[in-house]
């Protein structure tokens, strides 16, 4: 029998800030159970540029050409750590900081079987706009025909996407959000009840790999903690629990959690949980309908199984500040955009602000400064943000505004 290698399925790492998409800012390694899988299958992995690869060793034999030369059980899963290695991802990426200011963290996975056309996305499917759920800059929403907007201004309700003083069209495709977030604790976690009591039962739930809903209970050795007096304080210990997802459940309150010392003291932005069991009738199974990889050339053109992770890229007001008074407008080349003095003419202007949020590109914008004493035919180009500089991104109370600051030489 002979055998070679291919790839059993890829994860690209894409933000819409550079102009190539191409997101490299990561680290992508396996979990210790995982690389212990990828050893015991014959599987390997490989990060090239923005792209994790697994590849598998297949079978080219005759009747068996390119099924897994190791089979793979139902319940065989993959977990990968994302390790954040560029400080200016945060910056230039809609992200949700409050909920990774709360030790909230990224979770991805091909159980969502989220696609939008041809792509095959592993955060889960945004949300549609709710006119009763209130909303914050950055917050993602469908507008119900399958169009994501990304609210610009917070609202109780009331505003929904059509109203352009609101939200901002980030098209068809979908985006990593805050509904992708759980919180990640350690084996040994402090949970906080609804009701006070003095007794506590434990349960745990894992995934259901029939009908992948969390309804599998897990039976754990300290399933009951109690107080001498009634407190809402329960001191868990999960250490038993294997890395993964789970609904942890003290007396009536449920928590959604996932359990991983490594994950929590190495401080990881996120992971990535690929599991096998899917049905090959879903595009993101790893084997097609019969048990070979998706590794093929269809019409001369090579394709395999290909996820994707996109991050949204950063919208913000810009705040350009004019120390010497010299500038009298800032013209966008585009008219996308318009730029309001403040304080109000006939008053010397002390900065521009940009009327609404600016998404933040790789690629410079085009935007002319107007001066009083012009110093050469050609009006001079307004710089853009520089994601590089401490403290050029800044968030706003109440209604957490993202503003970018530049300082002009005018």
């Known amino acids: 029998m002979t055998t070679k290698y291919k790839i059993l399925f890829m994860v690209d790492l894409l933000n819409e800030y550079y102009a190539n998409l191409q997101c490299r800012d990561f680290s992508v390694l396996p979990s210790a159970e995982t690389a212990q899988v990828l050893k015991n299958h014959q599987l390997l992995y ?56 709360m030790k909230q963290r990224y979770y991805f996975t091909n159980l969502h079987q989220n696609s939008a056309g041809a792509n095959l996305h592993l955060s889960s499917k945004i949300a549609d706009y709710d006119n009763f759920t209130p909303y914050k800059p950055g917050d993602l929403a469908d507008n119900g025909a399958g169009t994501v907007y990304e609210c610009i201004q917070s609202t109780a309700g009331g505003n929904n996407t059509t109203n352009a003083n609101f939200w901002f069209s980030r098209g068809a495709s979908q985006f990593v959000s805050s509904g992708d977030m759980l919180p990640f604790i350690t084996g040994t976690n402090r949970f906080r009840t609804t009701a006070p009591a003095t007794t506590f039962n434990i349960k745990v739930f894992g995934l259901n790999i029939t009908n992948d809903q969390y309804d599998r209970e897990i039976k754990i050795t300290k399933h009951t903690v109690t107080s001498d007096k009634p407190t809402q304080d329960v001191l868990a210990d999960l250490s038993e629990l294997p890395p993964a997802r789970y609904k942890v459940q003290i007396n009536t309150d449920e928590f959604d959690v996932f359990v991983d010392d490594t994950a929590v003291y190495r401080n990881v932005f996120g992971v990535i949980e690929i599991f096998s069991h899917l049905p090959a009738a879903s595009d993101f199974a790893l084997l097609d309908a019969a048990g070979k990889v998706k590794d093929t050339v269809s019409g001369g053109t090579l394709q395999w199984l290909r996820y994707q992770i996109r991050f949204a890229n950063r919208l913000a007001y810009w705040k350009y500040i004019t120390p010497r008074k010299g500038v009298v407008a800032i013209n966008d080349k585009t008219s996308t955009y318009t730029f309001s003095q403040m304080p109000s003419p006939p008053d010397p202007p002390e900065y521009f602000q940009s009327d609404r949020p600016i998404p933040l590109y790789e690629i410079p914008g085009l935007y002319d400064l107007e001066l009083s004493s012009p110093v050469s035919d050609e009006p001079p180009s307004a710089p853009n943000p520089d994601p590089n500089i401490s403290g050029m991104l800044s968030r706003q109370e109440p209604g957490k505004d993202y503003y970018c600051t530049i300082y002009l030489n005018y």
């Open 46 to 101: 490989k990060t090239i540029g923005n792209k994790l690869v697994v590849l598998v060793k297949v079978k080219t034999d005759a009747g068996s050409e390119d099924e897994p030369f190791v089979s793979m059980l139902t319940k065989t899963k993959f977990l990968f750590y994302l390790h954040l290695n560029q400080p200016v991802f945060t910056t230039i990426t809609n992200i949700d900081a409050d909920r990774m200011q």
